[in-house]
Each structure stands twice: as C-alpha cells, then as structure tokens.
C-alpha cells in the first residue's frame, strides 16, 4: 500500500514538472492546498524568487517571477524517490538572469509534501550564492 501511494505522489510531480515544462502554471497552481508553504532556501532580498510563498496565490505569484527574472535554458529533475508523504527530486537547471544577462546553473533539491493528493509544502535547495551575485550583476 505505502509503495501505491509513493509512486501515486511521484506521478504527481512528475505531472507538475511536465505543466511548469509546457507552461502550465494553472495546473501546478490547481495541485496546491489552500495553506500551501512554498519556499525557496535564501533571502528574498538577494533574490526575488528566494523566500516564502503561501496560498495558491502566492505560488502563481512565484512561478510569474520565474518568467519575469529568469530564462530558462534547461530544467531537469533527475532522480526521484519517495517515502512516507514526501517526494524528494534531484535535478539541474540552467538559464540566463534577465536583469543582467549573467548565466546561472546549478543542481538542485526539491522536497515536497503531499496532503490528500495535493502539495502541502514544497522547499528547494540550489547555489542561492550564483542567483544573488548574478542578480546584483
């Protein structure tokens, strides 16, 4: 039964990653809860996308700072794994700072937590260093 529900909550991501891939923010905005916890580790005032979202609000509001401040060249989640209600996600991405055109690239964590088939938390780990120089230029 736990290894249904592992892999039922790594379809879901997979299915997120695919809709942030195609666009699709209202999907991802769709498969939060109303008391979502998003957050990047860092400092918002080192970078905009860095800090706490909460409310499916606030997550939209994230992924419109991505296409305001990022240009995405690569994105991709690598290794998967599940227990209990979380999801973990090793992954790389790549990309351009629009502000000051400094590229930026790095491997990241992403941890997430399902509720009822939904993402009640999500917490990413990446080189928060690289997004703050390259945002100050």
Same mark, same amino acid.
């Given at each position: ?16 990653? /695919? ?11 769709? /498969? ?31 992924? /419109? ?63 928060? /260093?690289?997004?703050a120089e390259g945002f100050r230029g």
């Open positions: 039964c736990s290894s249904d529900l592992a892999h039922a909550n790594v379809d879901l991501i997979q299915d997120l990653y /695919a809709a942030f891939l195609r666009g699709n923010v209202g999907t991802i905005v769709a /498969a939060v809860t109303p008391d979502v916890h998003w957050s990047v580790n860092g400092r918002e005032k080192d970078f905009p996308l860095l800090g706490t979202f909460r409310g499916p609000r606030e997550v939209e509001k994230f992924f /419109a700072l991505i296409s305001e401040h990022e240009q995405i060249t690569e994105f991709a989640p690598q290794e998967f794994h599940a227990t209990g209600d979380k999801v973990f996600v090793h992954g790389r991405y790549a990309g351009t700072l629009r502000k000051t055109g400094r590229r930026i690239e790095s491997d990241w964590l992403h941890v997430f937590t399902i509720k009822g088939g939904k993402v009640s938390k999500f917490k990413e780990f990446s080189d928060t /260093a690289q997004f």
